[in-house]
């Protein structure tokens, strides 16, 4: 049969117009047999048409959808647009067939240059015909007073559905493609029917559908002249009345008159299911893509083999799925199917029918096969070939170079930095971020919490594609453009703690050429600031960066004298700093000292690389504790808290702790400041509870003067109290609670205290129990069972001790 032949077969005089539902599965098969049928000499596709030296990429090997059209303005990349496409995109499917039997394809809907200049850029993916925003629910129009009229929903009313999806999937999802007489008459149907909504609402609230539309005219007339009627145009169904419309060329140019205008660039980029499922930002907006990808790509019997693959991802996850669960599940849903009135079963009939049979009414594992299955995890992929900007270039060699694939679905990466291979991990990782590509985000790890690990979480969104394009600016390559970014950030850091968290960043992310700038802005601003709560918050950061610096081999001397210099000030200005604080200022300065305790035990080490003036740095902080331990103008929870750093370093001894505490308790002081000295003392996460535990006198001291509090000042005291004790283990409270009970006060008030001891503790410690943990120690630590065991159990002894 000839070409001729062919499309005389199609439908009436002119271009032969297929109306679809973006991303419809039901209408790619459709367009399928349309165009197989009819052999047009050229297919048009709503698209923007910039990208048509993109379409030979589509037949690529490479190329695996889903995938997006990206254009973004050259001068700002963060001004852009997606047009996704995913297997069973009817767009898809004319693309691919046109390429197969060596036909011209273009796309002829407004260009992006003038979409991306628009004040109110739209989402040019997804303008039409709406339901659940799966053409279009994002798009185009009107403002937030105007009504966007939702073509779907409005058919579904007509025809007596509440689910404008379930409609849908009755009239065109549901259909049997394959036995089809008039290959046409979907696409005639939905013609008539969006004909009748353009006369009731006109452009029904898209106030540039008809300049989009004038486009597509100008285009679909150009295509005419060079190859005759024999044109096919994929549109969405809402368009193909005003692509009937018999309008002027010069009408149509006049809309296009005097539209704004911007340089851009096009390219492939890669698409998720995910992000299909989404109605906002960048989504297509429809529900279920791994249904629809299901339905498209299913030969037949496309329930049975849906919950065929429901039951693969159970067993995987070790539920407990047989073959006749499959078989009953299929005739839940087939049942439902006829009791809902229904042509098939659809996605809500397998849904209920999976959650009572194959989940046995559970929505935990119902979850899983919404998320692994009905929307799915896939991550398209395009050629190398594909135009892209340097710095794209330079992350795709680093993560081949890497072996750390983009993936859709969100994953844990361990990393241990002692490794070549995951400390370049790392490092690309901590670049990308300070670029602002959150490919990966840190997060705790389960296992060991040294330096020398990392744990990320890691999940590649479509979006990440327009970072690294607005990234470009700064760069060719992740290194020199992180590095640039690190200079600029460092120029323009406002306050301290910026600066000093940039520092630790370059250091994480190995860019050690950024570093001087950095440190000269670090230095400069740490001279400056004379806010001692500032310069506090400031040293955490910096040790941590010496840390991170020694694991990664990075010279980080300037660096260390930095932090010994800012260590000092702290020391200088935090007793006067401490001085006449209220409750909140006071609870925050507590967090600042614990900070900067922790920060100068690590810094001990480093400190002698700072110069011989900077060598003892824990001597002098020690010296400034015992200054706010005694200083009635400090607040009790300060004093308090020093006292209780002095004694865990054994610079203050347990009887002077107790006298300290019991001068504090004694009735001169106000309930309300002991109170907060208590808090100070014992509460937070640094073991308080146990010393109440195994210090019966401290305990004791604790107990004698809450028993004094007079009535009318124990509600002011009690808030307090209770927040000391709350953030002990619930083991550590109910101990507590046993002492008290047993009166350790009164023992110790009797002598029978240090006497007796601890009720449930002995008096000395129990060499013979203590002895029988080193074969184990001794089995972790790899240490042998030999003739060294004895030699060995002294060395663990002695390094308990």
Known sequence: MSDDTAWRRSPGPGPLLLGVRHHGPGSARAVRAALDAARPRAVLIEGPPEADALIPLAADPEMRPPVALLAHAVDEPGRSAFWPLADFSPEWVALRWALEHGVPARFIDLPATHTLAWERPEDPGEPDEGSEGSEGSEGSGGGPHQVRVDPLAALAEAAGYDDPERWWEDVVEHRGGAGERDVFAPFAAVAEAMGALRETYGAGGRDRDPVREAHMRLRLRAAQREFGEQVAVVCGAWHVPALRAKTTVGADRELLKGLPKVKTDLTWVPWTNRRLARTSGYGAGIDSPGWYGHLFRAPDRPVERWLTKVAGLLREEDRIVSSAHVIEAVRLAETLAVMRGRPLPGLGETTDAVRAVLCEGSDVPLALVHDRLVVGDVLGEVPEAAPAVPLQRDLAREQRRLRLKPEALERELELDLRKETDAGRSRLLHRLRLLGVGWGEPVRSRGSTGTFRETWRLRWEPE?????????????TVEGAATARAEADAVQAGDLADVTGLAEHCLLAGLPDALPLVMRALADRAALDTDVGRLAQALPALVRS?????????????????????????????????????????????????????????????AAQAGPGHSDLRLRWRAVLRTLSGRDTV?????????????????L???????????????GTPPADAAAWIEGFVGGSGGGGMLLVHDERLLGLVDAWLTEVPAEAFTDVLPLLRRTFSVYEPGVRRTIGELVRRGPGERLRDGAGQAGGTPGFGAEPDAGRADAVLPVLRLLLGLGDGEDAAESDDDLVGAGR
């Open 653 to 667: 001894g347990a009887e002077e702790a107790a006298r300290l505490m019991g001068l504090v308790l004694s009735p």
């Open 464 to 476: 990440l594609s327009v970072r690294v394009a607005e990234a470009g600016v700064w760069g060719t």
């Open 546 to 606: 010496l840390r991170y610096g020694d694991v990664r081999g990075t010279d980080t001397r300037a660096l260390a004298e930095v932090a010994a210099g800012l260590a000092e000030r702290v020391f200088v200005g935090l007793p006067p700093a401490c001085a006449a604080l209220d409750a909140d200022a006071a609870d925050e300065m507590r967090g600042h000292v614990d900070a900067v305790h922790t920060a100068v035990g690590l810094l001990g080490e480093t």
């Open 635 to 651: 607040p009790g929870v300060l004093r308090g808290r020093a006292v209780r750093i002095l004694l865990d370093e054994g610079e």
